[in-house]
T-cell receptor, first 113, second 113 residues
Framework: KAGVTQTPRYLIKTRGQQVTLSCSPISGHRSVSWYQQTPGQGLQFLFEYFSETQRNKGNFPGRFSGRQFSNSRSEMNVSTLELGDSALYLC????????????FGQGTRLTVV | QQQVKQSPQSLIVQKGGISIINCAYENTAFDYFPWYQQFPGKGPALLIAIRPDVSEKKEGRFTISFNKSAKQFSLHIMDSQPGDSATYFCAPDPRSNDYKLSFGAGTTVTVRA
């Protein structure tokens, strides 16, 4: 069974640009969550999608947005990039309902210069 | 609102020693208590989890101890090995689909040979 796939693995962008990251969940998993990981802040929850609907949202500005497609694949977008957006962005997929294990991708390392 | 408090932030242990990581929570609705392990360059992965109907669960060298009255659970790594060097996160979970899966701040464990 293929794991969670995130693309691209590495990205360098300039301040003010926008970026789109992609996540393909494990087959059969309909929930996709996104996290920002930085050395000082740990794993910060961005949002979670299920059935193409955002179910939960973390405390991030509106520059961070996401969406989920009918095949459960998800994208997140960050507009007007700031230096502080440099981080590892992780996506996790899991089945919906009850206590289910979250399976993480390897992440996308975003560097804003 | 900080849901969980994880400690210590980091620890160094000699090979063969015991590593202990603690997680304190406030939400009494939590009823599933997992620990995730993350190696550099990888996403976190479920290591071990416990439900509140037991006070301890052991899997190999890894043990979770759960204290419901104190609202704390801990991870014990016995006979620590250099391969255990990683960052560990607690991520307590309630029986609710509306809950955003949040992680503790993380504990970086370094096992010295």
């Amino acid at each position: 069974k293929a794991g969670v796939t995130q693309t691209p693995r590495y990205l360098i962008k300039t301040r003010g640009q926008q970026v789109t990251l992609s996540c393909s969940p494990i087959s059969g998993h309909r929930s996709v969550s996104w996290y920002q990981q930085t050395p000082g802040q740990g794993l910060q929850f961005l949002f979670e999608y299920f059935s193409e609907t955002q179910r939960n949202k973390g405390n991030f500005p509106g520059r961070f947005s996401g969406r989920q497609f009918s095949n459960s694949r998800s994208e997140m977008n960050v507009s007007t990039l700031e230096l502080g957006d440099s981080a590892l962005y992780l996506c996790a997929s899991r089945q919906w309902g009850g206590h289910t294990e979250a399976f993480f991708g390897q992440g996308t390392r975003l560097t804003v210069v | 609102q900080q849901q969980v408090k994880q400690s210590p932030q980091s620890l160094i242990v000699q090979k063969g020693g015991i590593s202990i990581i603690n997680c304190a929570y406030e939400n009494t609705a939590f009823d599933y208590f997992p620990w995730y392990q993350q190696f550099p360059g990888k996403g976190p992965a479920l290591l071990i989890a416990i439900r509140p109907d037991v006070s301890e669960k052991k899997e190999g060298r890894f043990t979770i101890s759960f204290n419901k009255s104190a609202k704390q659970f801990s991870l014990h790594i016995m006979d620590s090995q250099p391969g255990d060097s990683a960052t560990y996160f607690c991520a307590p979970d309630p029986r609710s689909n509306d809950y955003k899966l949040s992680f503790g701040a993380g504990t970086t464990v370094t096992v010295r040979a």
